[in-house]
Structures are given as C-alpha cells and as structure tokens.
C-alpha cells in the first residue's frame, strides 16, 4: 500500500534514516523514556513496560517487536533473558544500527514495513510489543492493516503491548534532543479500542500494582500518550 508524498510515513523514514545513530543512543540512555502523569503508578519508564510483558510471557515464549527501532534496544533485551524475540522495522538504518550494537542479534532483526501484511504465519508469537509506532502511520492503514495484521500473529492466549501518541489528527512538535522537528499522527484512544475488540482482543486488567488496563501518561516532549496489553482469547 503506496503512501502519499509527504505523508507521515515518509516523514518518518526521512528522519529516522537521518537519526538512527543518536537515536539509538536516546533509546538506550533512555534519555526519552521518562514519564510523568502516569494513570498508573507502576509507570514511570519504558523498564516498567518491560517489566510488565515479562511477567505476562515467560523466558522462551515467542515475541515480535514490531517497530523495533534503532538500535532494537528491547529485542537485546528479551533475548539476553531468554526469550525467543525477533524485531522488524521499515527503516534499513535502524536494523544497520542494531547490528552493528548488538551483533548477537544480527540473525533476529530485518526490515519490514507494519503498513503491509507480515510475512509470518498465523499465531506465530506469544507476545508482540508495538511501541510507538503507529504514530508513523496513516490511520486507515492503521486500523486496516496494521493493527488485525499484529493480531492475527498472535497465538491464543498472547499478548499485544500497544502504545502509542493520543490525540486528534496530526501534530508537529520540536524535538530538543534532535534539533528537528518531528510529525506524528494522533490517534483516539476510543478508536483503537474499538478496533482491538472487534478483532476480538481483550483488555488486560491492573492487578493492584501491576500494569494494566488504559494506561495515559505524558512523555518528554510533552506530549500525550496511551498504552495497553491486550490479549487474544485461548
């Protein structure tokens, strides 16, 4: 599915293919992975999410980072404690970056582009992290595509972690710790649920400490932002 000129993919691979080496490093200083205004008070940073998966998947499960990124922080992450974890991301310099950080990785992460169907097979994963990503793409490619095509991946019983910018169209903000200014798309928290629950996903509830359900919180820049785990029905 072709992308307009000018759209927000293009956008994106634009700055990214530009980016990918201090973005890696961003990602893991976690110099943009901060949180405040948290809905819930387990969530302060990006640990925390990891956290959170690693309680609902246990050591070998089967994960897909969608939109791994540069560098592919948490693929290194979940494989270094044992999980079989592969990444895919559109941008090639973000892969090359991987590589060239962790090369024990190398044979787990490729380029792959979410606005298209995966080349995977049904319930391939336990679980799929998808973080920060959507926002990169056009809506209806979103909730078309994208969105059935991480669920259809998924196993039974798996679980997806979705988050991602809220808001309503498409906002340009100045990114200080790039000296560039970025553009995401905006995206209804109603919206998404709906398309979660009508590929019959269900939301993971909070278990007193424990992430989950609806999950808002503020980043660094600041913008306004949502996460969820939601699970496919065994």
Known sequence: MKQTENSIGDHSERFYGQHADRY???SHELIQSHYSGSSH???ETDLDLIVRMKELAS?????LDAGCGAGARDVFDYWRDGYDIIGVDSVTENIDVAKKLHPEISGRISVADLRHSLEFPDHA???VLCNSVIQHIEPSVVMNVTVPELVRVLSPGGVLQLMFK?????RTVYDRDFRANRKFQLYSVEEVLGVLEGLGMEIVPAEEEKLGGVISFLD?????HCVLY???PS
């Open 41 to 43: 008070l387990g969530l």
């Open 230 to 232: 939601s699970r496919k």
């Open 125 to 127: 994963f336990d679980f």
């Open 24 to 26: 890696a490093e961003v």
């Open 166 to 170: 809220t808001g309503c169209g498409v």
């Open 220 to 224: 660094t820049k600041p913008m306004n």
């Open 59 to 63: 050591p070998g499960s089967r994960g």
